[in-house]
């Protein structure tokens, strides 16, 4: 009697099972696809936190440059990728290239004055050649007089300038791009720290308001406007 009470219930559980073995598997596929919504929903979110957070600190970093003596181009804001150590006062390379229409010879600044100008554009890149490079050869002005950018002078900070005469020039004067070379012009430089007259040559030396040694965010002014 105890053998039939005990097969009755094995086959009473086997008949359970399979009346249950639907539902239950369906059950158990709603619960796994819900999950993976979830999951993927969590990850989705996380991206768009994450992209948000990026927009907002690059805004942030829009907002330290005074753009406002730059209205007549179309600028793009950039990052630095690379800053070789060989090659550290000469060259970095920027995250901004021919898919963002950037041009050779377009200025590269920070959000005190010219860094450089784009010297190879690369498809997603772009190499920018620094204007401590000793052979950039930037023109510039100072009032109405112009000159050469010679040399940086890596002891001062300061910037080396052939001028052809100094037209009452004063320690502290503002020094901007001329446009007399490849350089866009009237692109703020740096400051006159000093100036010295040898012979017939005048040589006046100068600073920027920014760190060369340390660079972070910086904008290309592309082309301009037509306006």
């Not at 009032?143 to 300038?161: C, R």
């Amino acid at each position: 009697m105890k053998k039939i009470f005990k097969y009755s219930y094995y086959i009473l559980i086997l008949f359970l099972l399979f009346i249950f073995k639907s539902p239950i598997n369906y059950a158990f596929k709603n619960i796994n696809s819900i999950f993976k919504k979830n999951t993927l929903s969590d990850a989705n979110l996380e991206i768009l936190k994450a992209e948000n957070k990026y927009l907002k600190k690059e805004i942030k970093n829009l907002k330290k440059f005074n753009l406002d003596d730059y209205n007549n181009y179309d600028y793009l804001n950039c990052k630095i990728l690379e800053r070789n150590v060989y090659d550290f006062y000469n060259y970095l390379i920027i995250d901004k290239g021919k898919d963002k229409n950037i041009k050779k010879n377009a200025a590269v600044i920070s959000e005190n004055g010219i860094v450089g100008i784009v010297d190879k554009v690369y498809k997603k890149t772009a190499k920018v050649k620094l204007i401590s490079s000793n052979n950039l050869n930037m023109s510039i002005k100072v009032n109405n007089s112009y000159g050469v950018v010679k040399k940086f002078i890596k002891d001062t900070n300061e910037f080396e300038v052939s001028m052809t005469d100094n037209n009452n020039i004063k320690v502290g004067d503002k020094i901007y791009t001329s446009g007399l070379g490849i350089t866009q012009s009237d692109i703020y430089v740096g400051y006159v720290t000093k100036l010295i007259k040898e012979n017939i040559e005048y040589k006046l030396y100068f600073k920027t308001s920014y760190n060369i040694k340390n660079l972070n965010n910086l904008v290309v002014l592309k082309e301009l406007r037509n306006v």
